[in-house]
């Protein structure tokens, strides 16, 4: 028996190399409290309907003391679950500040709403507001017409109001909040 350990023992130490390769762990976000590979977080309302779902290959967890500051995911995507204002975003990565409920969002950017989608590389949501910013180039698909902007757009989805900031151009009907008076031509400018 003692010689049987005595021989496991060596071959383990014969086995154990000093100049052996440590296994070194490379993460995208090397500061981050927690990383979750698989991440899936889904926040219910109090009525028991799903509020919306978050899904991502990876995320990463920053935290102050005993709060979450920002979450950083890779490969993901958010489904706002509203019946009346459903919102779908999924892109290569995206960073959310829990103080001010920003979600910056980059690289194959889809976000998609009751009215169409938007896609982008680079943009900027804000949760609370529900407006997205972009500088970058934005194609944009919404009720019918395909545009692009090729300096970005402000989106302000609460009000269905988006703004193109290129190219230039004019708008020829707007929606009327006056159900008996039918829209007239404008050429007020939005684009800025």
């Known amino acids: 028996m003692r010689l049987a350990f005595f ?7 014969a086995g154990c190399n000093p100049e052996a390769d ?17 991440f899936r977080r889904t926040l219910y309302r109090g009525t028991g ?10 995320a990463f967890i920053y935290q102050k003391e005993d709060e979450v500051d ?8 958010l489904d706002q ?5 459903p919102l779908f975003i999924s892109a290569d990565r995206g960073e959310l500040n829990q103080k001010t409920g920003t979600l ?13 989608t938007i896609q982008s590389q680079r943009l900027t949501y804000n949760t609370e507001k ?16 395909h545009t692009v902007c090729n300096a970005g757009i402000f989106f302000e ?5 988006l703004i193109c900031r290129s190219p230039r151009g004019t708008v020829e009907s707007l929606p009327s909040n006056n159900p008996r008076k039918p829209a007239q031509p404008s050429s007020e400018d939005i684009f800025q």
């Open 7 to 13: 021989m496991s023992l060596l071959a383990v130490l």
């Open 70 to 77: 920002r979450i950083v995911v890779y490969g993901f995507e």
């Open 130 to 145: 529900k407006i997205a910013d972009s500088k970058d180039p934005v194609t944009v698909n919404r009720k019918g017409l």
């Open 81 to 85: 679950a509203d019946g009346t204002d």
């Open 104 to 116: 910056v969002v980059e690289g194959n950017i889809l976000l998609r709403d009751k009215e169409g």
């Open 49 to 58: 309907g799903m509020k919306w779902d978050l899904r991502a290959q990876e």
């Open 22 to 38: 440590l296994l070194k762990e490379t993460t995208r976000e090397p500061n981050a409290t927690l990383r979750f590979a698989n």
């Open 157 to 161: 989805r609460a009000s269905d109001r």
